[in-house]
């Protein structure tokens, strides 16, 4: 006996479990708290299924009528329609997924989770990038429908303008969140590979630098003799004989160092690498922070501002001071001081990983990593005094020249 809408609405919880059968395989399965379920009990290829069509009222006895005989139609047709049904739901999930996995949306995700390895300089550069130029082009499109030129057509102002070291680095980026978005499962394929090799190649240009042991000794003595803002100087002088990159020590906190063991800890934060490094202090730098100190020690900054003690110089500012003294671009820069020990240290015959140790290049394994920090410290306290030592008798060198020639 069919089932009515009144015997639908009517049917009550009992304490047992009801199926109020409308015929056709169709029943209302009423449980024991009441609730009132459609369900369809069929066979297929000998075996006994069931099909779930949802819940009184919000599927009507005439609704689950229909889907009734839908579900017959394609049995008549050989096809199991609860199969059917999980086909189609899955094909909905994967194109409400496909939707959802943009390529700001993919790329957002690496990005959190790729921007505790960067130094807080090099997130904001990367995340700039994403905002202000990719996203805008290519971020509403789904990774699942991006092509190679897609990426091509990004890069094509940077490379119309010129700016094509600029192109080279939009593409790497890219090409960082294709690759996450296929180990991820998103797509098949990292469609942005090798597109770098359809752009201008960009020429390599290495910062200027003085090596020659002769031009160290003049710079260190015209150092020597500059004239100017006190953080500036000092900068400039400690500079040569740590040398870290330019805004590692020009952003370092008085709280960073440790005199009585001679140490200088720069935070994770402030590393390109974002990892702690360690740069043991010469008895030289020891000298010229004790005399810093007198200067800017009740602040924070060892190189405040002219303008407020809270806020450090910037890079421009003992840059300035090299091309007041005669140092153009093509001759010497701040990241220069990094190429002078890089290559006067490999010159006089310190070990290399030492010298890459102490420069916080990137180890390629975290084994050689914590090997280098427990076996190769000492070394590189001897290193640090060694090439401070061989700073002071390059500055004094032309200086006993000139006396002699007196």
């Known amino acids: 006996m069919k089932l009515s809408d009144a015997a639908v609405r009517n049917a009550k919880a009992n304490g047992k479990v009801q199926k109020l059968s409308d015929g056709g395989g169709l029943y209302l399965h009423v449980t024991v708290t009441g609730s009132k379920l459609w369900r369809m009990a069929y066979r297929f290829e000998g075996k006994q299924k069931l099909l779930s069509f949802g819940a009184y009222p919000a599927v009507s006895l005439k609704d689950a ?77 789904p990774v699942t429908q991006l092509e190679p030129a897609n990426f091509l057509q990004l890069v094509q102002p940077s490379e119309r303008l010129g700016h094509h070291e600029t192109a080279h680095k939009l593409m790497r980026l890219c090409g960082q969140v294709t690759r996450y978005a296929r180990i991820t499962g998103r797509v098949k394929y990292d469609v942005a590979a090798g597109l770098t090799e359809a752009l201008t190649p960009v020429q390599t240009t290495h910062f200027a630098a003085v090596t020659l042991p002769d031009d160290i000794g003049q710079l260190l003595r015209d150092i020597d003799a500059y004239v100017g803002y006190t953080s500036v100087v000092y900068c400039l002088k400690i500079l040569p004989y740590v040398f870290t990159r330019p805004s590692e020590l020009r952003l370092a906190h008085w709280s960073e160092f440790d005199f009585k063991n001679a140490t200088w800890i720069i935070p994770a934060s402030r590393m390109k690498m974002r990892r702690e490094h360690v740069v043991p202090l010469s008895k030289q730098v020891l000298v010229l922070l004790n005399e810093l100190h007198a200067y800017t020690g009740n602040g924070k900054l060892l190189f405040p501002s002219v303008r407020a003690l809270t806020t450090p110089i910037s890079d421009a500012a003992p840059l300035a001071a090299l091309r007041r003294m005669g140092y153009g671009k093509e001759t010497m820069t701040l990241h220069g001081f990094r190429a002078m020990a890089s290559t006067r240290l490999n010159e006089l015959g310190f070990r290399a990983d030492v010298i890459e140790a102490q420069l916080a290049h990137k180890e390629p394994d975290t084994v050689r990593l914590a090997y280098n920090r427990a076996e190769y410290m000492d070394e590189r306290c001897r290193l640090m005094q060694a090439w401070a030592d061989y700073l002071d008798g390059l500055r004094n060198t032309q200086q006993k020249r000139s006396k002699e020639e007196v």
């Not at 059917?84 to 390529?103: C, H, P, S, Y």
């Not at 790729?114 to 202000?132: C, F, G, V, W």
């Open 65 to 141: 009528r229909h889907r009734r005989d839908d579900a017959k139609e394609l049995l008549a047709r050989g096809i199991d329609p609860g199969e059917e049904k999980k086909q189609a739901r899955e094909e909905k999930l994967a194109k409400e997924r496909e939707e959802r996995d943009t390529f700001e949306f993919v790329a957002r995700e690496w990005f959190a989770k790729y921007e505790p390895t960067l130094s807080e300089k090099h997130a904001k550069k990367l995340r700039r990038y994403l905002e202000n130029t990719i996203f805008p082009v290519i971020g509403g499109k």
